[in-house]
T-cell receptor, first 113, second 112 residues
Framework: SQTIHQWPATLVQPVGSPLSLECTVE??????LYWYRQAAGRGLQLLFY??????ISSEVPQNLSASRPQDRQFILSSKKLLLSDSGFYLC????????????FGNGTRLTVT | QKEVEQNSGPLSVPEGAIASLNCTYS??????FFWYRQYSGKSPELIMS????GDKEDGRFTAQLNKASQYVSLLIRDSQPSDSATYLC????????????FGKGTHLIIQP
């Protein structure tokens, strides 16, 4: 079965600093991968998804970017963090058919100060 | 605009009773439907999937789907304090790889 690994679990960063969050997948090859953000009091917002190496689709224009350098690696980055980037960042994978559910990693709680 | 609507709650249910959670969605072409449970500070975990009209039972959980009414529900029988969490309804349009659209969740409290 598929396992999603995310780190770090918590992160406190100053405004204007860079960000790199990494997600790796075990137990499946060529999964669809997703980055979601959950801000306080809000629902899960899809940020990026990827169907394969080097293939990134962006759902929300903002100062974040994503990359998929390897089949089982998905990275979320920012050059300069904003206060509004604070939130709970979740990586998810979809192993099989396009109608199968997503499985989430444990998430990274980011606080921008 | 893809939307998934849930009552935010809190929904308070006595221990041992049936908890009923509801969700409506706006996109008629939606094909796959999921319920996730999220404990405070944790990531969502999948508890039920449903793809066709009718009921689907798994232990104490029953998911109900009515595509004509664009309505999905989750029933939790014999509610336990450990069921206290936020329940997220998620919808997949089908066809593309653009993920799931989530509702904001219903906060469920099971009172001992």
């Amino acid at each position: 079965s598929q396992t999603i690994h995310q780190w770090p679990a918590t992160l406190v960063q100053p405004v204007g600093s860079p960000l790199s969050l990494e997600c790796t997948v075990e137990g499946t090859s060529n999964p669809n991968l997703y980055w979601y953000r959950q801000a306080a009091g809000r629902g899960l917002q899809l940020l990026f998804y990827s169907v394969g190496i080097g293939q990134i689709s962006s759902e929300v224009p903002q100062n974040l970017s994503a990359s998929r350098p390897q089949d089982r690696q998905f990275i979320l980055s920012s050059k300069k963090l904003l206060l509004s980037d604070s939130g709970f960042y979740l990586c998810a994978g979809q192993p099989d058919s396009l109608n199968s559910p997503l499985h989430f990693g444990n998430g990274t709680r980011l606080t921008v100060t | 605009q893809k939307e998934v609507e849930q009552n935010s709650g809190p929904l308070s249910v006595p221990e041992g009773a049936i908890a009923s959670l509801n969700c409506t969605y706006s996109d008629r072409v939606s094909q796959s439907f999921f319920w996730y449970r999220q404990y405070s500070g944790k990531s969502p975990e999948l508890i039920m999937s449903i793809y066709s009209n009718g009921d689907k039972e798994d232990g104490r959980f029953t998911a109900q789907l009515n595509k004509a009414s664009q309505y999905v529900s989750l029933l939790i029988r014999d509610s336990q304090p450990s069921d206290s969490a936020t329940y997220l309804c998620a919808v997949k349009r089908g066809g593309g790889a653009d993920g799931l659209t989530f509702g904001k969740g219903t906060h469920l409290i099971i009172q001992p």
